[in-house]
């Protein structure tokens, strides 16, 4: 504690400031990330190293190369991000966090989360064919609104045409795992044309995606996750289209619209594993009940910019945005569907679908104040209303109710330049003013077996019968206002090293759907229910950065708390619910690069320490932290080691990762069956280019190892239908050509 608080000190010394910016994230030579570039995220056009935030930016080869070994853009931040949780390898992020809080997807700025009801589908929103970089901002800020407590990771779709004419691009993948098994094999086909013609220009394109079964080190079938959703034995398609019209030399209107759909084919039942033989959980053959678990999202943006209005820089956007996420049945989760009132006890099945609208506008303008250029301010004003609601569509009933999300929010930041740039100052504040809204409803009836071993006196229910749920709700119009701050101070004595404080606060609301479904107790009245109030996070930070010549290198310690956080909870019929109390992270992020004496060749490690810490006194509450955050909540230790080479047409990488082991302990005692014991993979990657395009061959788990996922490993320790495998060994052969 003595360090955490010297620490604290010492950032309070600084301005209680923000971080400065990482220019880019490994990447193979030629990268756009290696450039300038403006981070849209950040909502600023001064260079990321004057920006009160620490950024990474994953340009388009690097990307790519990224989603070949691992399949999706949620896996490339996650290989490529320490402090980023281990992909769970399904349609579902539950518990993937970075800096052990869940971060807000974007895709150009519009949020894909669903913080209302959270489905955690929001990773699966567009196929990275068409996002040109992925912009991280690490830990808590409020520069997109709701949503931003662990960052954000903002994907930048493919910009407009820069050239006269025709363009476009192709890309076609095979999938197959280590054993060529016939069900394992899977494919994609991508294409996108673009065309220039003065003032005008527009982008269309199509991605398709057939997935088939995954399979472990073992030569088995990695297990089916009927309910919460699979990316094996699936097919995506994936639609994007983008018009531009140059209204002045400064001045742009841009419509980018997209549309992803992810549906399971459906040709396999779960086959429970032992937990207690290390057998895991695996699939055969076999018609699931209802719909197969799916997702569906579509976006529409239109954009105004002017780079030179006033001598400053104008954005506005308004987008729309709805998704509908189909959840899957089976029978370990239909305790939860139960009602005598409809169908005898256990005949019952149900499966629910997650609903929500979202729409939005975005203003803001920022310039150099005239007389004194070292000065940038900037103001702006966010506005969003969001429409959730979580249904049961086999007897059409409503599990979470419609739940009405308005924020209006306006904001101003200033950026100051000191000392021909050897000090910076930066800060601002965003006041969100929030209204929610529920109106009255009836808590779902839920029944389920239970043993009874002695005859319960005066019981209420049947002996062997538990009922809960199915209680009068008061809705209401609950607000919340706030004032989120953020401020910081950077050292830069001479180019390329720097000495960094940073303060930022980040605001969401806690997954009110889990919350509201769950009550079960009558009397409540939503007006004044705690458990629904935001979630207010802090993002404390200090650091050095030095890029000079071949070396590239950081360190970032943090901490951040709140102090009514969200906990995810696990019941036995493996549903989760959220409790909400007192939070503490603190982490320290460490990453090198440096260019080897040998043209192209390149070495890279990275280290994250993340620890939290939550009050586990639900019932009086003290403040105080006493239990570690679970694999549920936060993610493990990691080290990152990779070399890439690229030079004249050949581009190779080689990558580990290093999990490492974690042993919960605190006043709850938590079950140390959900102790973890680590592993390490390997992938890698290689690409040639020819006359006619690029050739590549990328492998998933290089070594073959076989390993229990983290979030297998750490949750759930009874249930032998949620112990799932890693990918075994997994090859990808691409061709991709641009004309």
Same mark, same amino acid.
């Given at each position: ?568 909870? @696990?019941? $036995? %019929?493996? *549903?989760? &619910? ?6 503490? !992270?603190?982490?320290?992020? #460490? +990453? /090198? ?25 639900? @019932?009086? $509450? %003290?403040? *105080?932290? &006493? ?6 909540? !936060?993610?493990?230790?990691? #080290? +990152? /080691? ?25 006043? @709850?005692? $938590? %079950? ?68």
């Amino acid at each position: 504690m003595n360090r955490k608080f010297a620490l604290a000190a010492l950032a309070c010394t600084a301005l209680s400031s923000p971080a400065v910016a990482q220019d880019s994230v490994p990447v193979a030579d030629g990268d756009e990330s290696e450039g300038t570039i403006i981070v849209t995220a950040a909502r600023t056009t001064l260079p990321p190293n004057a920006l009160p935030l620490t950024i990474d930016v994953i340009g388009k080869d690097s990307l790519d190369q990224q989603i070949a070994i691992s399949g999706s853009v949620t896996d490339a931040v996650s290989n490529l991000t320490p402090s980023f949780s281990p992909t769970r390898q399904k349609l579902s992020g539950a518990g993937e966090t970075l800096r052990g809080r869940s971060p807000l997807y974007a895709i150009n700025g519009i949020p894909q989360s669903t913080p209302m009801r959270d489905g955690s589908r929001d990773g699966f929103t567009i196929d990275g064919f068409f996002v040109d970089r992925v912009e991280l901002i690490y830990g808590s800020n409020a520069l997109q609104g709701i949503g931003g407590t662990g960052g954000i990771v903002n994907q930048v779709t493919v910009g407009a045409p820069k050239e006269e004419g025709l363009g476009g691009r192709i890309l076609l993948q095979g999938t197959a795992d280590d054993g060529f098994s016939k069900d394992g094999l899977g494919g994609k086909v991508a294409g996108l044309v673009q065309y220039k013609a003065g003032r005008f220009d527009a982008t269309f394109g199509a991605a398709w995606e057939k997935r088939g079964a995954f399979y472990d080190a073992k030569g088995r079938r990695i297990g089916i996750n009927l309910t919460q959703g699979e990316t094996q034995d699936s097919q995506t398609l994936s639609l994007f289209a983008r018009l531009g019209y140059e209204l002045s030399p400064s001045a742009r209107l841009d419509l980018i619209a997209s549309r992803f759909e992810l549906k399971g084919d459906g040709d396999y039942i779960a086959l429970p594993g032992n937990r207690l033989t290390g057998v895991p959980t695996s699939a055969v053959r076999g018609t699931p009940p209802g719909e197969s678990a799916q997702n569906r999202t579509e976006s529409i943006a239109l954009s105004l910019t002017d780079t030179d209005l006033g001598g400053g820089n104008f954005v506005s956007q308004i987008f729309f945005n709805r998704s509908r996420d189909t959840f899957g049945g089976e029978v370990a989760t239909q305790a939860t569907f139960q009602d005598p009132a409809l169908a005898p006890v256990g005949t019952l099945f149900d499966q629910s679908q997650n609903r929500s609208r979202k729409l939005g506008a975005k203003l803001s303008y920022e310039r150099a104040v005239p007389g004194f250029e070292d000065l940038t301010l900037t103001v702006g004003f966010d506005a969003l209303v969001d429409k959730t609601e979580q249904a049961l569509i086999a007897t059409g009933r409503v599990w979470v109710p419609p739940s009405d999300f308005r924020s209006l929010a306006p904001f101003g930041q200033a950026n100051l330049k000191l000392f021909d740039g050897i000090v910076r100052l930066a800060g601002g504040v965003r006041w969100e003013n929030v209204k929610i809204k529920i109106d009255d409803y009836h808590t779902l009836a839920s029944t389920t077996f239970v043993a009874c071993t002695t005859p319960p006196a005066a019981a209420v229910t049947p002996c062997g019968v538990s009922t809960y749920g199915g209680v009068d709700v008061a809705g209401g119009k609950p607000k919340f206002k706030d004032l989120l701050v953020n401020g910081g101070v950077i050292v830069e004595p001479w180019d390329g090293i720097r000495a960094y404080a940073s303060y930022a606060e980040g605001f969401t609301v806690p997954d009110i759907g889990r919350i509201t479904r769950a009550v079960n107790r009558t009397g409540v009245d939503l007006d004044s229910f705690l458990d629904i109030s935001p979630i207010v996070s802090n993002n404390r930070e200090i650091g050095v950065e030095v890029k000079r010549g071949p070396l590239d290198a950081s360190a970032t310690y943090f901490w951040s708390s709140s102090d009514k956080g969200q906990l995810l909870i @696990a019941r $036995p %019929d493996r *549903i989760f &619910d959220v409790q909400r109390q007192r939070v503490e !992270i603190e982490g320290l992020e #460490v +990453n /090198l690069r440096v260019q080897m004496p040998v043209d192209g060749l390149k070495l890279g490690v990275g280290y994250a320490h993340i620890q939290g810490k939550y009050d586990s006194d639900s @019932a009086n $509450p %003290d403040g *105080i932290v &006493d239990t570690d955050l679970d694999g549920t909540n !936060i993610s493990p230790d990691r #080290v +990152n /080691l990779n070399a890439s080479y690229n030079k004249g047409p050949v581009s190779a990488l080689i990558q580990t990762q290093f999990f490492l082991d974690r042993t919960f302990h605190g006043k @709850a005692n $938590p %079950d140390q069956r959900n102790s973890f014991g680590g592993y390490n993979i390997t992938d890698a990657s290689i690409r040639y280019q020819t006359g006619l395009g690029g050739l590549s061959l990328s492998v998933q788990n290089l070594f073959d190892k076989f390993y229990i996922d983290y979030s297998s490993d750490t949750r759930l320790p009874t249930d032998n239908l949620a112990f799932f495998a890693g990918r075994g060994r997994t090859f990808t052969l691409g061709w991709d050509y641009r004309f």
